[in-house]
């Protein structure tokens, strides 16, 4: 058996790193080279505890680790644990493999601990190493596995490009195609537009694509396509609408034009014509490649409508003359002596001035709703009757169409005196040929009115005062005759006789004069008689044959009968045969025609001398009116076709004058048979 120091030798010689423990302070009995080796000590450690020899293990596990084992008696080994040491006064970390192991008495009490350990560090460092490759191959590996999977996606989207490619070129090619048939549609749709299409392509604007109708603007056919538009078309140089073209080929903008003028050429003669027209900048891929021309020809709006201006201009001027007029008018309407009123087709007053307010005596407001013949008021003829509203001068024009002139009637108002107007009235024609209106004029006569009844108040008096003296002058004259005896010859008879032919004209001159009152104020009491009317026209014509300068033709049913006053139809024809005899010297018959129907007898006297003005005519019946010149050097009253038209007015018949200048007159009357 060996004893304790022989074992410590045997463990001296150990390989192994040997420390011996033999307190439990862990006092260092036994260390060897090895053990002192990894502790970085010498030999005068032994006998000393561990914390007093190795410091630096203090705050390492190894102490508590010793302790436990010698509390326990267990062994306690492990591998790969690092311990922290000075070496050569620095520290080094070092890895190891060691046992505790408790070395025990009989009784199983722990006497010692046996310390063994391996340094193990160059294998741990070449583990780690090998570790450290396994790990950058891992990695490795692990970056080849997301390469390829990379690659692998890679390729997938690679096939997925491929398949885009394709497909892409697939739209490409069907692009083209569509590009081709939109092009050749494109030329179609400019080939048959009505509008007038140019395509122009490059900064010299070549003539690219033309259709008919900008061909017959231009007057040109299509042997312009392929060339600029200046030299196909040198005229067109400078004119606005060609430098337009370049400006939008240089600018890029597209331009509108309206109503632009052109100068062309048309039959060897510059001519304007007016385009609204739009220019389209063609683009590729952001650069202008051409320009599109599309023009509308509005040559024939702008002419018509200048004309249409024209018209406007030349009616406002118009109207401007029209509006100065009216104003004219107006004024003239406003400030005249006469009045005027203008009736609608019903008589209503649609306007009067103020003149027709003054001489009617009533205001505007009320002239608007009084009619010619309305109740409040009373019309009359001159010589007091009545005036029937179908005689009244504007039913006359509304009603004929013709005008009437100068008539004269009394208007009698309640309350107000009579006034008297001479009326004059003239129709409106519409576009209708028809009366839709009428306009009367009239003056207030009345002051004259006034004058002429005194002057007849006077011719009433006068002549009927010198009647008498007339009359006993008549009967001296006849003694005086009767005095002289038949045989005297010489001056003492032919001086009766003169005189006895000037008193029977003044005689006859006082008659008129009387009659022609007596008749104005209705005063004539007719008798009546049946008579043979051509015996009565024998006898009227008694003195004319005798005198012989006319010749008397007498035409018509000589035992014709006639129930009438005979005095008055003998002054009647004695005053149509006598004026065919002063009027008419000339004419070297008249004719007496009469002539009968079922209702009346119409007698006639027809003389081929001067005639009478046609614009007199009308007026020859009326009192004191004489017509001709001539007869200015012919004496007379007036009166005597005054007197007949009442005289034949009294008897219910009908009297009138048809004449023609140069040509003779005839003048007739017609009595009704019963
Ligand atoms: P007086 O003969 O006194 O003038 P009348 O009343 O008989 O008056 O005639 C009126 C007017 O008519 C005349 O002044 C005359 O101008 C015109 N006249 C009448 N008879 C004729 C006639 N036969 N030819 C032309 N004029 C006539």
Redesign the pocket.
């Known amino acids: 058996m060996l004893n304790n120091d022989e074992l410590l030798l045997i463990l001296a010689d150990s390989k192994d790193a040997t420390a011996v423990y033999d307190s439990a302070e862990l006092r260092i009995r036994f260390v060897n080279e090895g053990m002192l080796a990894f502790w970085g000590k010498d030999n005068s450690i032994k006998g000393k505890t561990l914390s007093e020899a190795i410091p630096e293990l203090r705050v390492q596990p190894f102490e508590q680790l010793l302790l436990k084992v010698w509390a326990s008696g267990e062994t306690y080994s492990a591998t790969d644990t690092p311990a922290t040491l000075l070496i050569d006064g620095n520290p080094k970390t070092s890895f190891f493999d060691f046992e505790y192991r408790p070395i025990k008495d009989v009784s199983g009490k722990t006497i010692a601990i046996l310390h063994t350990a391996i340094d193990v560090t160059s294998r741990l460092l070449a583990l780690k190493q090998v570790e450290e490759k396994q790990k950058r191959e891992d990695e490795l590996i692990a970056e080849l596995t997301a390469t390829n999977q990379s690659v692998k996606l890679a390729n997938e989207s690679l096939s997925g490009i491929n398949n885009d490619l394709r497909a892409s070129n697939e739209s490409i090619n069907r692009l083209n195609e569509r590009l081709l048939e939109s092009e050749t549609d494109f030329k179609r749709l400019v080939a048959q537009s009505p509008v007038a299409i140019m395509v122009f392509r490059g900064p010299e604007l070549v003539i690219e694509l033309v259709n008919q109708p900008m061909l017959d603007i231009l007057h040109r056919d299509d042997s312009v396509i392929g060339y600029p538009i200046l030299m196909s078309m040198p005229e067109l140089k400078g004119e606005p609408a060609v430098e337009l073209i370049f400006e939008v080929y240089r600018s890029g903008k597209g331009f509108d034009g309206n109503e632009a003028p052109v100068k062309m050429m048309r039959n060897g003669e510059t001519e304007t014509r007016y385009f609204n027209f739009s220019y389209r900048p063609l683009m590729d891929g952001g650069r202008v490649v051409g320009v599109m021309d599309i023009a509308v020809e509005v040559t024939g709006q702008v002419l018509s409508r200048r004309r249409l201006e024209a018209i406007i201009s030349e009616k406002t001027v118009l109207e401007h003359h029209l509006r100065a007029n009216e104003q004219r008018l107006q004024g003239i309407l406003d400030t005249i002596a006469e009045g005027v009123v203008i009736v609608n087709e019903n008589g209503t007053p649609i306007y009067s001035n103020p003149m027709a307010w003054k001489i009617m005596g009533i205001d505007a407001a009320t002239f608007t709703d009084r009619r010619y013949n309305d109740a409040k008021w009373k019309n009359e003829r001159i010589d007091g009757s009545t005036l029937p509203a179908e005689d009244h001068p504007m039913h006359i024009a509304l009603r004929t169409g013709m005008a009437v002139y100068d008539q004269e009637i009394a208007i009698l108002m309640p309350g107000k005196e009579k006034i008297f107007i001479s009326v004059n009235a003239a129709p409106l024609i519409n576009e209708h040929e028809r009366v839709s209106a009428c306009i009367v004029t009239f003056t207030d006569v009345t002051s004259r009115r006034k004058i002429l009844q005194e002057k007849d108040d006077f011719i009433s008096v006068a002549s009927h005062e010198l009647k008498t003296p007339v009359t006993s002058l008549k009967a001296s004259l006849q003694l005086l005759t009767r005095l002289i005896p038949a045989e005297t010859p010489g001056m003492a008879a032919k001086l009766v006789d003169q005189a006895n032919r000037s008193l029977n004209k003044l005689s006859d001159l006082i008659n008129a004069l009387l009659n022609s009152n007596r008749l104005s104020q209705g005063r004539f009491p007719v008798h009546r008689s049946h008579f043979k009317i051509a015996e009565l026209i024998n006898e009227c014509c008694q003195h004319i044959r005798t005198a012989g300068t006319h010749q008397i033709v007498l035409n018509g049913d000589r035992q014709l009968e006639i129930n009438a006053d005979e005095q008055l139809i003998d002054q009647v024809l004695i005053?149509?045969v006598?004026?065919?005899v002063?009027?008419?010297p000339q004419s070297k018959e008249i004719i007496i025609e009469v002539t009968a129907s079922d209702v009346e007898i119409k007698i006639s006297?027809t003389?081929f001398?001067?005639?009478?003005p046609r614009e007199?005519l009308p007026h020859?019946?009326e009192r004191y009116?004489?017509?001709?010149h001539?007869?200015q050097q012919?004496?007379?009253?007036?009166?005597?076709?005054?007197?007949?038209a009442e005289i034949i007015r009294n008897h219910g018949g009908k009297i009138g004058?048809e004449?023609e200048e140069g040509k003779?007159?005839t003048?007739w009357f017609a009595l009704p048979r019963n």
Request: glycine letters at 16%; a positive charge.
């Open positions: 005053n149509f006598n004026n065919a002063k009027y008419a006297v003389d001398g001067p005639g009478i007199k020859i019946f009116y004489r017509a001709n001539i007869s012919v004496s007379g009253l007036g009166l005597g076709l005054f007197i007949s004058a004449s003779g007159s003048f």
